[in-house]
């Protein structure tokens, strides 16, 4: 089943980028927790495209109708559905013939035989991130009945960098980012992340970033070893996000150049509760969470649809030939990628924390 994800708190996405509608079915949403669905809205404009020169000005309202599993402003516990339509598609903009480096279009003809929907990047699009963020969306709101919650920030674009999270007490202040121009901790950064956006879109490129997310309150013990390892799961998902092409947890790729020493997370007590002095591993012991903040990065790569001319093949006439990809696109979606990674990771915590009270945790 490969757009259904999940083993307790489970999410099956549907749906084209220029199909009539796109939507997710989320299953296991516990019965009698209260949506705010204004909040909701709040998540889904912090994807929505068209808000300003740095994205698409593709205009989307991506307004989620709830069409199942929630009564009198409360889930009912079963099948949670909901819809987004697709109401500003330029089919015309795409060839089937010419296939766009980088994108989908060679491998989803080969793996769905030709029949699969070509415009806009069809079920490969990006689009399919914004019921993937109303998921996510829910997903937060039981995780705060739990005392978990998800932030994310844009640690950089191209070589632009943010501060990064304290790892070991993150800012936890999703809100205040989400109302920045771009979701940054040092707002000095702004200009030049901004500017390197426009640059490259001027240029007719694009440009690439990175996104570091926390989970903070996750209790120790969550997740299990080897194929089951909270990184695992993690991963699984983030992969599952258009465009994610690295996944680090903690230190990273950087931990290999530390020595044990360095690297290892020494416990200590604390009124009581244990914890680690620092938190290079990312909050994860054998794959199993132990009480410290979850802490991983995501890169984003430069967004494929550019207007440079580029060379292809046209697999009608199996010719090379050159080709300018046409329609409306990012120059960066890296910064709007940065809700979505969060959805990403607050669907996993609510499978994991919903998995982990199964056996007693």
Known sequence: ??????????????????????????????????????????????????KDAMSTPRKEADIPQIVSGFFEGKTTGTALCAIIENTNTRSGDYEPDLLRPAHADFTGKARYEGYNDYRGGGHFSGRLTAPLVFAGAVAKQFLAGCGVSVCAHLQSVADIFDEPFDACAPKMVEKTLSARELPVLDESVIEQMKQAILSAKADGDSVGGCVECAIVGLPVGVGSPFFESVESRLSSMLFSVPAVKGVEFGTGFAISKLRGSEANDSFYLDNGEIKTRTNHNGGLNGGITNGMPVIFRAAIKPTPSIAKEQMTVNIAEMKE?????????DPCIAHRAVCVIEAAAAIVAADLLLEAKSYGK
């Open 1 to 50: 089943m490969a757009d259904t994800y999940g083993k307790l708190f489970r999410i099956t996405l549907f749906g084209e980028s220029h199909s009539a509608a796109i939507g997710v079915v989320i299953d296991g949403v516990p019965a009698g927790i209260s949506l705010d669905l204004d909040e909701i809205g709040r998540e889904m404009s912090r994807r929505a495209p068209g």
């Open 321 to 329: 030939c050159s080709m300018r990809v046409h329609g409306r696109h």
